[in-house]
């Protein structure tokens, strides 16, 4: 996605409490914004759902991790003790598949976990240290702490500096500021 | 804020349920911030941390001596030999990883069943998981014989051509623990993502902003992040819970899958389950109670905290008690003249005392006195519990090791098991490690995480569109 490197990223305003960010966010995205984002201390369901983010796919990550790290441990072990390094251990078969089951069981959850993790992190987009938004003194002072943010985007075709920025202040925000990249 | 006013006599009860509460009212978004993130942002440590931090530099120093030694001149200098092979090592392995597990207890299981009161707890007692895995995974390493070649231990395609064999427990172990403690690492450095963010949006030294703002990978609120996240923290809370039982009960094959009287009995994955969890608790009350008083943190780690852990006691220790008596049940139900002696020999042989320490500290003790809730949030009595069950599940892992090996089943074999300085020197200098750990955590990241925290607040609640915003 080519996003413009200069100029304004957007408009952000800032709400007291979870409530009011819900509303705005809400009547935002009813008036067709699309390209908006909410910003909270804490995970804030309410809001993700009123700007239409019902789904994420940390879920189907983790299931396919998983069943890497189940496939990869039992044929691993299967291939070492059939093939590459039979041993016989007080006469058992060397497919002996019971004893495999808890090395492939502790890597199923070692790779799922993982996958978690670090897929979380991929599709948030993170690590990613500078991010326009920290251009704003109160996000950067307050986001962590206390205060709710609403950013409506400069990429949206509905945006415009004066009539957006009057849109965010009938929500009666405690401010809105133009964000630079 | 407005709270409503009602009277009521005792003001740590929340009259709606009737219940201890778990946070003290009256707490607003930035208190707790304050309250939380300032104990590490202050620029002044304290003396008490400083005093503390030396004696378990002194401690883990002792540790690397004793290891030193031990890797200069061989297994030798610690008192396993035959009969009793496996001694302090092992014993100091199982009850650190059994301490452990009350961490991802706390941060997993009861975050699947939406226990909200573990929030304030869970943070540091994951932290005491990773440190006490730490110590734990440290002696079966130095008591490989030749720790250097410990990496042999994982399969990889090498010159000689040998593959490890995976039949046996002693293998499960290595994918277990490694497991373990790369899950529990994770998962506490996912809790503390956001916590960095808002350690990097207070501090006010720019070396702190650095560090945190790394730490923190960029983590700005964006509520669509939260939710995969929140799918993150789920997802691992849901594969530690298996996780963590399983580490136990591998570790409890090492004994189990033995012939050995003693050892060979199919109750020990859920009675070793059990006590793991049961020690684990306590050590988190150890932790808590000083804590708790030291940083003033009685608002957020409330007596609810206290008394709630010391029901899980009460009912884990219920378990192990009832793991013992089936021990004994079975060793004379067995009609086997070996699980006979073994028995009679644990409870009334030369070192039966251990036995007696383990019935008194583990059941005679708490499992009499805990049922009082008035003793429950009893915050000295608490701490000296916690150290009393401790001891307790340490004599445990002790019987269980010593009492089986050191009389088996040829007479002419017999032995004991005496150990040696170098033993306890290694097994006081894990302490010290444990705690310059904990006390660098304590110091540089938020005991408490946050984010959590404010979840629960009565301000992080939507009211519905028809209720007027603003509180």
Same mark, same amino acid.
């Given at each position: 996605?080519?996003?413009?490197?200069?100029?304004?990223?957007?408009?952000?305003?800032?709400?007291?409490?979870?409530?009011?960010? %819900?509303?705005?966010?809400?009547?935002?995205?009813?008036?067709?914004?699309?390209?908006?984002?909410? &910003?909270?201390?804490?995970?804030?369901?309410?809001?993700?759902? %009123?700007?239409?983010?019902?789904?994420?796919?940390?879920?189907?990550?983790?299931?396919?991790?998983?069943?890497?790290?189940?496939?990869?441990?039992?044929?691993?072990?299967?291939?070492?003790?059939?093939?590459?390094?039979?041993?016989?251990?007080?006469?058992?078969?060397? &497919?002996?598949?019971?004893?495999?089951? %808890?090395?492939? &069981?502790?890597?199923?959850?070692?790779?799922?976990?993982?996958?978690?993790?670090?897929?979380?992190?991929?599709?948030?987009?993170?690590?990613?240290? &500078?991010?326009?938004?920290?251009?704003?003194?109160?996000?950067?002072?307050?986001?962590?702490?206390?205060?709710?943010?609403?950013?409506?985007?400069?990429?949206?075709?509905?945006?415009?500096?004066?009539?957006?920025?009057?849109?965010?202040?009938?929500?009666?925000?405690?401010? %809105?500021?133009?964000?630079?990249? | 804020?407005?709270?409503?006013?009602?009277?009521?006599?005792?003001?740590?009860?929340?009259?709606?349920?009737?219940?201890?509460?778990?946070?003290?009212?009256?707490?607003?978004?930035?208190?707790?911030?304050?309250?939380?993130?300032?104990?590490?942002?202050?620029?002044?440590?304290?003396?008490?941390?400083?005093?503390?931090?030396?004696?378990?530099?002194?401690?883990?120093?002792?540790?690397?001596?004793?290891?030193?030694?031990?890797?200069?001149?061989?297994?030798?200098?610690?008192?396993?030999?035959?009969?009793?092979?496996?001694?302090?090592?092992?014993?100091?392995?199982?009850?650190?990883?059994?301490?452990?597990?009350?961490?991802?207890?706390?941060?997993?299981?009861?975050?699947?069943?939406?226990?909200?009161?573990?929030?304030?707890?869970?943070?540091?007692?994951?932290?005491?998981?990773?440190?006490?895995?730490?110590?734990?995974?440290?002696?079966?390493?130095?008591?490989?014989?030749?720790?250097?070649?410990?990496?042999?231990?994982?399969?990889?395609?090498?010159?000689?051509?040998?593959?490890?064999?995976?039949?046996?427990?002693?293998?499960?172990?290595? !994918?277990?623990?490694?497991?373990?403690?790369?899950?529990?690492?994770?998962?506490?450095?996912?809790?503390?993502?956001?916590?960095?963010?808002?350690?990097?949006?207070?501090?006010?030294?720019?070396?702190?902003?650095?560090?945190?703002?790394?730490?923190?990978?960029?983590?700005?609120?964006?509520?669509?992040?939260?939710?995969?996240?929140?799918?993150?923290?789920?997802?691992?809370?849901?594969?530690?819970?298996?996780?963590?039982?399983?580490?136990?009960?591998?570790?409890?094959?090492?004994?189990?899958?033995?012939?050995?009287?003693?050892?060979?009995?199919?109750?020990?994955?859920?009675?070793?389950?059990?006590?793991?969890?049961?020690?684990?608790?306590?050590?988190?009350?150890?932790?808590?109670?000083?804590?708790?008083?030291?940083?003033?943190?009685?608002?957020?780690?409330?007596?609810?905290?206290?008394?709630?852990?010391?029901?899980?006691?009460?009912?884990?220790?219920?378990?192990?008690?009832?793991?013992?008596?089936?021990?004994?049940?079975?060793?004379?139900?067995?009609?086997?003249?070996?699980?006979?002696?073994?028995?009679?020999?644990?409870?009334?042989?030369?070192?039966?005392?251990?036995?007696?320490?383990?019935?008194?500290?583990?059941?005679?003790?708490?499992?009499?006195?805990?049922?009082?809730?008035?003793?429950?949030?009893?915050?000295? !009595?608490?701490?000296?519990?916690?150290?009393?069950?401790?001891?307790?599940?340490?004599?445990?892992?002790?019987?269980?090791?010593?009492?089986?090996?050191?009389?088996?089943?040829?007479?002419?074999?017999?032995?004991?098991?005496?150990?040696?300085?170098?033993?306890?020197?290694?097994?006081?200098?894990?302490?010290?490690?444990?705690?310059?750990?904990?006390?660098?955590?304590?110091?540089?990241?938020?005991?408490?995480?946050?984010?959590?925290?404010?979840?629960?607040?009565?301000?992080?609640?939507?009211?519905?569109?028809?209720?007027?915003?603003?509180?």
């Amino acid at each position: 996605m080519a996003l413009p490197r200069e100029g304004t990223y957007g408009l952000l305003a800032e709400f007291d409490t979870p409530t009011a960010l %819900v509303e705005a966010a809400k009547a935002a995205h009813d008036a067709g914004w699309r390209r908006l984002d909410c &910003y909270a201390p804490y995970p804030l369901e309410e809001a993700a759902e %009123v700007i239409g983010f019902h789904k994420n796919r940390v879920p189907l990550l983790t299931l396919v991790g998983g069943l890497m790290g189940l496939c990869a441990m039992f044929s691993l072990e299967t291939w070492i003790s059939t093939l590459a390094y039979p041993l016989n251990i007080a006469g058992r078969p060397t &497919y002996s598949w019971p004893a495999f089951v %808890v090395p492939a &069981y502790e890597w199923t959850i070692l790779f799922a976990g993982l996958s978690a993790a670090f897929g979380m992190l991929a599709l948030n987009g993170l690590p990613s240290l &500078y991010h326009p938004l920290f251009n704003a003194p109160n996000f950067r002072s307050s986001a962590t702490v206390d205060k709710f943010f609403l950013c409506l985007e400069a990429t949206d075709p509905k945006f415009d500096r004066v009539e957006t920025k009057n849109f965010l202040e009938g929500f009666h925000p405690n401010s %809105v500021v133009e964000v630079e990249y | 804020m407005a709270t409503r006013d009602l009277t009521t006599v005792d003001p740590r009860v929340d009259p709606a349920t009737g219940e201890l509460r778990v946070l003290a009212p009256g707490q607003s978004f930035k208190s707790v911030t304050a309250k939380i993130a300032d104990i590490v942002l202050t620029p002044h440590t304290s003396l008490g941390w400083l005093m503390l931090f030396s004696i378990g530099g002194a401690g883990a120093t002792m540790l690397l001596v004793a290891v030193t030694w031990l890797f200069l001149k061989g297994v030798g200098i610690w008192a396993i030999t035959q009969p009793v092979a496996w001694g302090f090592a092992i014993i100091n392995f199982v009850w650190w990883i059994g301490i452990g597990h009350a961490g991802t207890l706390i941060s997993a299981i009861l975050l699947l069943f939406k226990q909200g009161w573990r929030n304030s707890i869970n943070r540091f007692a994951e932290a005491m998981t990773i440190f006490a895995v730490v110590c734990a995974g440290l002696f079966p390493l130095i008591h490989v014989g030749r720790p250097w070649l410990a990496y042999w231990l994982f399969p990889y395609p090498n010159t000689m051509n040998v593959w490890p064999q995976f039949r046996s427990p002693l293998l499960w172990d290595v !994918f277990a623990v490694s497991t373990y403690a790369t899950i529990s690492v994770v998962f506490w450095y996912v809790g503390l993502v956001p916590d960095f963010g808002t350690m990097r949006d207070r501090t006010k030294s720019k070396f702190g902003q650095y560090i945190y703002g790394m730490l923190s990978l960029g983590w700005r609120g964006n509520v669509k992040h939260w939710m995969r996240y929140e799918t993150a923290s789920l997802l691992l809370a849901g594969l530690a819970t298996p996780l963590v039982l399983s580490v136990h009960t591998v570790i409890s094959f090492d004994f189990a899958v033995a012939i050995l009287p003693g050892w060979h009995t199919t109750i020990f994955p859920p009675y070793f389950v059990a006590g793991a969890v049961y020690s684990g608790f306590a050590m988190v009350l150890t932790l808590a109670i000083p804590l708790r008083k030291v940083y003033k943190l009685e608002g957020l780690v409330t007596d609810r905290h206290i008394d709630n852990m010391g029901k899980v006691m009460l009912a884990t220790g219920g378990i192990v008690a009832y793991g013992y008596g089936m021990e004994v049940f079975m060793s004379w139900y067995s009609a086997s003249h070996w699980e006979f002696f073994m028995m009679w020999n644990r409870m009334f042989g030369p070192i039966g005392w251990s036995y007696w320490m383990l019935i008194a500290c583990n059941i005679a003790i708490p499992l009499t006195t805990l049922w009082v809730r008035k003793w429950r949030t009893n915050l000295a !009595f608490m701490f000296v519990m916690s150290l009393i069950v401790n001891t307790g599940m340490w004599f445990e892992r002790f019987v269980i090791v010593v009492t089986s090996l050191y009389r088996d089943f040829l007479p002419s074999s017999w032995g004991t098991y005496r150990a040696t300085k170098w033993d306890y020197m290694t097994y006081a200098g894990t302490f010290g490690l444990f705690l310059s750990l904990f006390l660098l955590f304590i110091r540089f990241v938020p005991m408490i995480p946050m984010h959590e925290i404010k979840m629960m607040l009565p301000a992080a609640k939507v009211k519905s569109e028809a209720v007027e915003a603003g509180d």
